[in-house]
């Protein structure tokens, strides 16, 4: 149990924030910003993601601990650090990853007298998120020879990954001078997940005076569940036919759900504007290739009575464990369903005031409007960004102070602080550049932290190459 704990611990800390893009958020430059507000200003009339390359994101984190604060050569023994850190985090401590990769991003501008721009494309995402199992960890790591009468809550084990693909299709439309509003509508297909949230029981030791046994191990009120979907048919496959099959199910081949993605631009005048939106409102029905796996019941433990009877070929005659083994799982039975569940999609909010001031973009100090009429943006911009996304055990949130800069069309930089769960001094900075309509962003967190990321407790990438037609 204690290598199982440090294997959790080292990888969890090695590859683990949470799914907040503040560097792409509002900044219009970008097409992908369409895929955080729908309803964003869009001055473009056609762009086209290069495949598999027009957006890659990635960002990991944990909530409590960091790398340096467990492998750090400061002459302290690993072992008293991570008994420390047990004690220093809590069940509502956590290790994040998600990861997504473009494969298409394509948007154009219809004709007419009431033009609105339309956009789709296909992504693939992984999320990943586990609770730190508090109680468990105690036990594991330290036993329970110094805690006896303490409850060890089950409800500490929490954890969820998911890994699928999403098809979307956007429609963003100004519906007056003021509002600008947007709906993408999403296909989700599943190529595996498991899920274990809802668990509770409790197990502790106990003194019992004038008895044989002096201690009684007890589990009591225990409901543990996992929920697995897209690996029964993987078992005993090669890798080959592993790959196939997951390609299948990226294709619309998994189990399927569907989502719903919101927001609005509001000018109040030409230099204050408000955004907002809501994405991920959905669920996926898993209904194929699902195993639940759930332990109910109680036990008592007050030991095992030894007899001694004539040694068979050097063994007891009596199997005292394979018996315990069976009475255990008598007693608190493991049943295996092939039922199905519906999982519902880690639903995130946006909101953002930010203002525009400076001189106009390729102006002089002229007209401040195009000749569609749109606002014409401003070389600075200056704002605040709200985040949440609803997790397993209630929303974690985010807020964020920009500053972005224009340099004619061809250059934009966006510098960010952002106050979250991981950190309380995280700047990011993103790069924009657009040559002949061939546009890059690179964008990257924690830039404090990247002389030693070992002493981050986040660490997010984001990098795109898309082509704009404005």
């Known amino acids: 149990m204690k290598k199982f704990l440090f294997i959790y611990l080292a990888l969890g800390l090695s590859v683990v924030v949470c799914q907040n893009k503040q560097l792409l958020y509002n900044w219009e430059v970008t097409p992908q910003t369409l895929m955080l507000n729908p309803g964003s200003l869009v001055s473009s009339q056609f762009h086209a993601g290069m495949p598999l390359v027009s957006q890659f994101h990635f960002n990991a984190g944990s909530s409590g601990v960091s790398v340096f604060d467990i492998f750090a050569d400061d002459g302290v023994d690993i072992n008293t650090k991570i008994t420390n850190i047990i004690s220093e985090l809590s069940s509502r401590d956590f290790f994040t990853i998600n990861q997504q990769l473009d494969v298409l991003n394509f948007g154009w501008l219809s004709k007419g007298m009431e033009p609105v721009y339309f956009s789709g494309g296909m992504y693939q995402e992984l999320d990943v998120i586990a609770y730190f199992p508090k109680d468990i960890a105690i036990l594991a790591w330290e036993g329970n020879r110094d805690y006896i009468g303490k409850a060890y809550d089950f409800n500490d084990v929490s954890a969820r990954a998911d890994l699928l ?56 009120d225990l409901d543990v569940e996992v929920k697995t979907s897209g690996f029964l048919s993987l078992d005993g496959l090669e890798q080959s036919q592993v790959n196939k099959k997951l390609l299948g199910r990226a294709l619309l081949g998994g189990n399927l759900g569907i989502g719903l993605d919101a927001g609005i631009t509001y000018q109040f005048d030409n230099q204050l504007s408000l955004t907002a939106s809501v994405l991920d409102l959905g669920a996926i029905f898993h209904t194929n290739d699902t195993e639940l796996y759930r332990a109910k019941g109680d036990y008592t433990l007050d030991g095992i009575e030894l007899i001694f009877p004539e040694l068979v070929n050097g063994e007891p005659a009596i199997p005292y464990y394979d018996n315990l083994e069976d009475d255990i799982a008598r007693e608190i039975p493991v049943d295996t369903l092939n039922t199905g569940y519906t999982q519902l999609r880690p639903t995130k909010i946006n909101a953002g005031l930010h203002y525009d001031f400076g001189r106009f973009v390729g102006d002089k100090g002229g007209c401040n409007c195009k000749n569609n009429g749109t606002k014409q943006k401003r070389v600075s911009q200056a704002g605040v960004q709200y985040f949440s996304i609803f997790r397993p055990r209630g929303l974690q949130f985010a807020g964020t102070l920009y500053y972005t800069r224009r340099f004619g069309d061809t250059l934009s930089i966006k510098t960010t602080y952002t106050l979250d769960s991981y950190s309380a001094k995280n700047v990011g900075a993103g790069l924009f550049l657009n040559i002949r309509g061939v546009n890059l962003f690179l964008a990257a967190d924690n830039l404090l932290q990247m002389s030693n990321l070992a002493k981050a407790n986040s660490v997010s990438l984001q990098v795109g190459l898309n082509y704009i037609l404005n």
Do not use: C, D
Not at 173 to 197: C, D, E, F, H, N
């Open 165 to 220: 693909t999403v098809y979307h299709f956007g429609v963003n439309k100004q519906i007056s001078k003021k509002l600008t509003a947007g709906v993408r509508l999403k296909l989700y297909s599943s190529l595996v997940g498991v899920s274990s949230t809802r668990n509770k029981g409790a197990f502790k030791t106990s003194i019992r005076e004038g008895t044989a046994n002096v201690y009684e191990h007890t589990v009591t």
